[in-house]
């Protein structure tokens, strides 16, 4: 079982504080930095050519999933809860529960990593043993995306969980963190599930608040 199915809405929080270990602390949060900066900075991150400014979802980050995109991922019995002081940042975590024999529970989370330092955080991290999975990721709407993430042992399709990460500004990445009870069809592929909640999250990005 995944350190997302042993706690929940704590494992959120856990993820999200190994994104944040390990920057140098003299770089801010949150904030776009500067375009110019040496592309050494990045740690061999791609570079975000066009920031997205996620503000507006910071107050209110479960409306960054629309009603019909809620229908579209097969979420609309799936309870929605707003955290805006997890570690990461501001995030939503919607949860499911299945139903016979087994009652175990689904859970899909969005974070903003306002905290943290966008791609760069994760890939200077990349092989130091914070992460037991690190997988480059095809764009998600012509944005970077990894999947990176820990697990309890296994690999994503074994623990049917996984993270995918997007950097929307050279500082600031979206999380994408879901855990697959027993009984859901995507099990066999739970990036390939974040994946598509990403690009959901990702398109309202774009299209603004």
Request: net charge negative; charged share 20%; glycine share 12%.
């Amino acid at each position: 079982m995944t350190l997302l199915s042993r706690t929940g809405r704590a494992a959120v929080a856990l993820s999200a504080a190994a994104l944040l270990a390990g920057c140098g602390a003299q770089e801010t949060s949150g904030e776009p930095q500067s375009t110019s900066r040496p592309s050494q900075d990045l740690h061999g991150a791609p570079k975000v050519q066009n920031s997205l400014d996620t503000t507006a979802f910071h107050r209110e980050p479960c409306s960054v999933l629309k009603p019909e995109q809620i229908s579209a991922l097969e979420m609309t019995q799936w309870k929605p809860e707003a955290d805006l002081d997890s570690t990461g940042g501001p995030s939503c975590d919607w949860g499911y529960m299945g139903g016979p024999p087994d009652y175990t529970v689904s859970r899909t989370a969005v974070t903003f990593m306002v905290n943290g330092h966008g791609l760069k955080g994760t890939y200077s991290k990349r092989g130091k043993g914070v992460f037991e999975y690190f997988r480059e990721l095809k764009p998600i709407e012509g944005y970077p995306a990894v999947a990176a993430g820990s697990t309890a042992g296994g690999t994503p399709e074994e623990e049917a969980a996984c993270e995918v990460e997007v950097g929307v500004t050279d500082a600031l990445s979206v999380l994408t963190q879901v855990n697959l009870g027993n009984g859901s069809p995507y099990q066999g592929d739970p990036c390939g599930r974040a994946r598509a909640v990403a690009t959901e999250v990702v398109q309202t990005l774009k299209a603004g608040a």
